[in-house]
């Protein structure tokens, strides 16, 4: 996959892809919807398979001071659409200058003439341009002009309801994680670098690898059971684990993070890439009487975790 920072154009060979557009924060299954049309469109052109997405997210940039709201970051988010097989990620800086495009001109100067789009793909309830003023019709419109197809897919729904973002976030804000994957087709997962922290787990003798949430949606805080794919470093794997996330508040006022503790391993992490999925909630945080208290309380979750995850098959995934 190759992605692209800018819009002045796409690598040599790719102008003529077809391109699925969108924010694909959480790359759930209405978006995979999506990104099958434009699979077909493409083989049907014999065309590149593209993505059309942003970074900063739209809302972060218009609304900064709000509270964090992504499904994942923009390195999750092109792992997992690696895996789907997209050919090109075409992700543009959200800024004040493409945030002032007219419809007329996002179509023009991004799908058109920037990346040579030949046929794009969006969702039913997909708005652009200034103001969100361009709307599907609005964009038929213009493709019809400029000579590019368009494709719309309506809005996917399921036995949860419709299949949104919003939706997938109000299940990991009520400890679903089930629900959530549901809509997502895959377990929500917080990827990211393992962190230098306190060591605190390791002294009692849960060593834990610590990655930051800044910026991601925060699930309801508390204890999981975690499937962790270690991404890089000499323990690549699929380890089973048990996961704290949350401000810790045996130990005062912290930032709210990630504490991870895999069964059944020995090794360092740090400076690694961990993907830590959400499999099962097992219960909330606490502030306990005593550090024995705490200690035996983790065993107890480890416990569950890993009865739990005996029973959950690492492909396919099965919510």
């Known amino acids: 996959m190759q992605t692209f920072t800018t819009w002045t154009g ?58 964090p709201f992504r499904l994942m970051n923009a390195e999750a988010r092109a792992n997992r659409l690696a895996k789907l097989g997209v050919d090109h990620l075409y992700q543009l800086p959200f800024d004040a200058t493409l945030a002032a495009l007219t419809p007329e001109a996002f179509a023009h100067q991004i799908i058109a003439r920037g990346l040579g789009l030949s046929h794009v793909v969006v969702g039913a309830d997909f708005c652009f341009g200034k103001a969100r003023e361009g709307n599907v019709d609005a964009l038929k419109r213009l493709g019809d002009a400029m000579g590019f197809g368009v494709s719309v897919v309506e809005i996917m729904s399921n036995e949860i309801g419709e299949v949104s973002s919003t939706a997938i976030r109000e299940a990991l804000t009520d400890g679903r994680p089930h629900d959530a994957a549901r809509m997502l087709g895959h377990w929500h997962r917080i990827e990211g670098a393992v962190l230098h922290g306190d060591a605190r787990g390791r002294a009692l003798g849960y060593p834990t690898a610590n990655m930051s949430i800044h910026g991601l949606h925060r699930p309801r805080f508390g204890v999981y059971a975690v499937r962790v794919d270690v991404l890089s470093g000499r323990h690549e794997g699929t380890y089973d684990g048990a996961a704290s996330i949350g401000v810790r508040p045996m130990f005062g006022e912290n930032v709210p993070n990630c504490e991870t503790f895999l069964l059944d391993f020995a090794g ?4 690694t890439h961990l993907s830590v999925a959400l499999v099962e909630f097992l219960r909330d945080e606490m502030r306990f009487d005593s550090l024995n208290a705490l200690v035996d309380q983790m065993a107890r979750d480890c416990g569950r975790a890993r009865d739990i995850l005996a029973g959950v098959p690492a492909l396919p995934f099965r919510p």
């Open 268 to 271: 360092d992490l740090y400076g």
């Open 10 to 67: 796409p690598a040599e060979g790719a102008r003529g892809a077809v391109a699925a557009i969108g924010n694909f924060d959480g790359v759930h299954l209405g978006h995979r919807a999506v990104i099958d049309v434009a699979r077909a469109e493409a083989r049907r052109r014999s065309a590149h398979l593209g993505v059309l997405t942003f970074e900063p997210h739209p809302r972060e940039f218009f609304t900064p001071e709000a509270a």
